[in-house]
């Protein structure tokens, strides 16, 4: 059922403004335990006042979003 829904439409993969790519580098044991490490350094990181080293859409945090 998963891949049917998934694959029901490709429109939005095709689009030229959209790069897809699977998370296969998520998969490893080093993949799993570099992204627990951004994540609680990026935790660490804006309740300490700062901006987090890996936020894209900083303009949310500047209170233009």
């Given at each position: 059922e998963f891949r049917r829904v998934l694959f029901r439409?490709?429109?939005?993969?095709?689009?030229?403004k959209v790069i897809a790519m699977p998370h296969a580098g998520s998969f490893t044991h080093a993949g799993r335990k570099r992204m627990a490490l951004?994540?609680?350094?990026?935790?660490?990181?804006?309740?300490?006042?700062?901006?987090?080293?890996?936020?894209?859409?900083?303009?949310?945090?500047?209170?233009?979003g």
């Open positions: 439409s490709l429109r939005l993969v095709r689009h030229p951004v994540a609680a350094t990026s935790i660490a990181e804006a309740l300490s006042g700062q901006v987090p080293s890996h936020v894209i859409n900083t303009q949310i945090l500047e209170g233009r």
